[in-house]
Each structure stands twice: as C-alpha cells, then as structure tokens.
C-alpha cells in the first residue's frame, strides 16, 4: 500500500510560479508510475502530468506543455509538479496519484490505485 501526502500549494499571482512535492510511504514506491490532477470548483478532475517508473518517460495535458514539469526521486519517494507562468485558470485542487504502468494503456491513461488528500493552488489575476 502507498500513502500520499502533498504540499507546496499557495496564493500566488498569474505569471509566478508554486512547487508542488508528494511524499509517499510504503516500500513500493518505485513501482508506481505517478500523476498529477487537478480538479477546479465545479468542474470534473483533469489529469495534468505523468511520470515512468523510472522517470526516464513523462506526459503532460497540453494546457500545461512548457510550463508544468514533472520529475520524481524514487530514493526519498517523492514526485514534484514544477509549476511555471501560472495562469488563473490553473486555480485547483492539485492531487498526486499513484499508477499502476500498464504497456496497454500508456504513461498517464492506466489506472490509479492510490490518491492523496490534496493541496490548493490559487493563482490570482
């Protein structure tokens, strides 16, 4: 089993830049692939970026190619969210979850066993 606990959300204005960090616990760590998703007031979850097992492979959402970098470190267990030229819109609730790598269905599209509570990122215009 693997626990998630983000950080790094804040208040921040449109153009400047937040560092989100997820902690995992368990010994499986390396084991999972691992994404980033946000969800915003009233609207549905989206997934934002994923990174290989390995973290030789990533994948982003295309509202946040350029500007969001993902990377992990799989000695301390944790995957970071490098958050760039932050618009309004990307205003969320940004959730770490663990994916379970499928060849099949491809870095990003597999399924996610594990979730964390979440962290709020508010970007102001």
């Known amino acids: 089993q693997v626990q998630l606990v983000e950080s790094g959300g804040g208040l921040v204005q449109a153009g400047g830049s937040l560092r989100l960090s997820c902690a995992a616990s368990?010994?499986?760590?390396?084991?999972?692939?691992m994404g980033w998703f946000r969800q915003a007031p009233g609207k549905e979850r989206e997934f934002v970026a994923a990174?290989?097992?390995?973290?030789?492979?990533?994948y982003y959402a295309d509202f946040v190619k350029g500007r969001f970098t993902i990377s992990r470190d799989n000695a301390k267990n944790t995957v970071a969210l490098q958050m760039n030229s932050l618009k309004p819109e990307d205003t969320a609730v940004y959730y770490c979850?663990?994916?379970?790598?499928?060849?099949?269905?491809?870095?990003?599209?597999?399924?996610?066993?594990?979730w964390g509570q979440g962290t709020q990122v508010t970007v102001s215009s």
């Open positions: 368990g010994r499986t760590f390396s084991m999972y692939a």
């Open positions: 979850a663990a994916e379970v790598p499928s060849a099949a269905a491809g870095l990003g599209y597999g399924r996610y066993d594990y």
């Open positions: 990174i290989s097992t390995s973290g030789d492979s990533t």
